[in-house]
């Protein structure tokens, strides 16, 4: 079974950054894409980034181009969102989340495992 470990969250103010670390365990990490999710209260959960294991292709949601990046290390089996100049909206909780395959895409009904979430606050 895929385990997912999200890790840095935390409360910070608007226009600072943050970096979230997801760390992957028993699976073959090339086969997948993983992806970062949040959830804000009262909202649909919506993809933010994601990563391509069999070639490095990255995907990001137009409301963080630009100010989101998603990275990996091969070798710690870690995935990486770093946050620059963030914003209120924001807020959420962050959670990433793995599928089996090629595909990158930002549904997330389509993801086989998840992390426990992880608490971005941004304050204005």
């Known amino acids: 079974e895929v385990q997912l470990v999200e890790s840095g969250g935390g409360l910070v103010q608007a226009g600072g950054s943050l970096r979230l670390s997801c760390a992957a365990s028993?699976?073959?990490?090339?086969?997948?894409?993983i992806g970062w999710f949040r959830q804000a209260p009262g909202k649909e959960r919506e993809g933010v980034s994601l990563?391509?294991?069999?070639?490095?292709?990255?995907f990001n949601a137009d409301s963080v181009k630009g100010r989101f990046t998603i990275s990996s290390d091969n070798a710690k089996n870690t995935v990486y969102l770093q946050m620059s100049s963030l914003k209120p909206e924001d807020t959420a909780v962050y959670y990433c989340?793995?599928?089996?395959?090629?595909?990158?895409?930002?549904?997330?009904?389509?993801?086989?495992?998840w992390g426990q979430g992880t608490q971005v606050t941004v304050s204005s």
């Open positions: 028993r699976f073959s990490f090339d086969d997948y894409v």
């Open positions: 990563i391509r294991r069999s070639d490095g292709s990255t």
């Open positions: 989340a793995a599928r089996f395959g090629r595909q990158a895409t930002m549904n997330p009904y389509t993801y086989d495992s």
